[in-house]
């Protein structure tokens, strides 16, 4: 089955400092997503992305955060300033969303500590 | 605006029992409704989708139901087993995934 790959799987940063977080799709997938979960807590959506611009967002998804899609595989979640409540898991997922039949799919995560 | 809830919280239970967890959701306007599992410090497998229009889906020993009117939805797993043993996420779509609080099961031998 395909797979969704997030790099790295753990990054440790200073608090302050700007970290991109790396997954890249699905390749055929149109839709992509990050999503977050501190830990004990509810996995959260951060924000979509379609089309080369950003379909969605929520509130969490501030000024600090940005995503971006430098190349046809590649899909970038940059943190400018990292805040010690910025410490989580990241998921990246993506979906072509060629019927209502398919399923989201998940990469791994990668786990940021910010000290 | 979408709330998940799932109850309960935690489960452990011997091996070889039969196992109900449910979900709830209040805005039945959805697409569909997935059930995932998350092992300690893992990412999310995906179990089983139930698109709108469906009333269950099943795979193997595990079997998901869907009632989009009351906005609940259970995850019935047969004979459990010590592998089973994670966390469930049940997660409802309409643009994005909203997902609950999940249930924390621990089945031992």
């Known amino acids: 089955e395909p797979e969704v790959t997030q790099t790295p799987s753990h990054q440790v940063t200073q608090m302050g400092q700007e970290v991109i977080l790396r997954c890249v799709p699905i390749s055929n997938h149109l839709y992509f997503y990050w999503y977050r979960q501190i830990l004990g807590q509810k996995v959260e959506f951060l924000v979509s992305?379609?089309?080369?611009?950003?379909?969605?967002k929520s509130e969490i998804f501030d000024d600090q955060f940005s995503v971006e899609r430098p190349d046809g595989s590649n899909f970038t979640l940059k943190i400018r300033s990292t805040k010690l409540e910025d410490s989580a898991m990241y998921f990246c997922a993506s979906i072509h969303r060629a019927s209502s039949y398919e399923k989201l799919f998940f990469g791994s995560g990668t786990q940021l500590s910010v000290l | 605006k979408q709330e998940v809830t799932q109850i309960p919280a935690a489960l452990s239970v011997p091996e070889g029992e039969n196992l109900v967890l449910n979900c709830s959701f209040t805005?039945?306007?959805?697409?569909?409704l997935q059930w995932f599992r998350q092992d300690p410090g893992k990412g999310l497998t995906s179990l089983l989708l139930?698109?709108?229009?469906?009333r269950e889906q099943t795979s193997g020993r595990l079997n998901a139901s869907l009632d989009k009117s009351s906005g609940r939805s259970t995850l019935y797993i047969a004979a459990s087993q010590p592998g089973d043993s994670a966390t469930y996420l049940c997660?409802?779509?309409?643009?994005?995934?909203?997902f609950g609080t999940g249930t924390r099961l621990q089945v031992f031998p």
């Open positions: 992305f379609y089309n080369n611009e950003i379909s969605e």
């Open positions: 805005d039945s306007a959805i697409y569909n």
């Open positions: 139930i698109q709108s229009s469906q």
């Open positions: 997660a409802v779509e309409n643009d994005k995934l909203i």
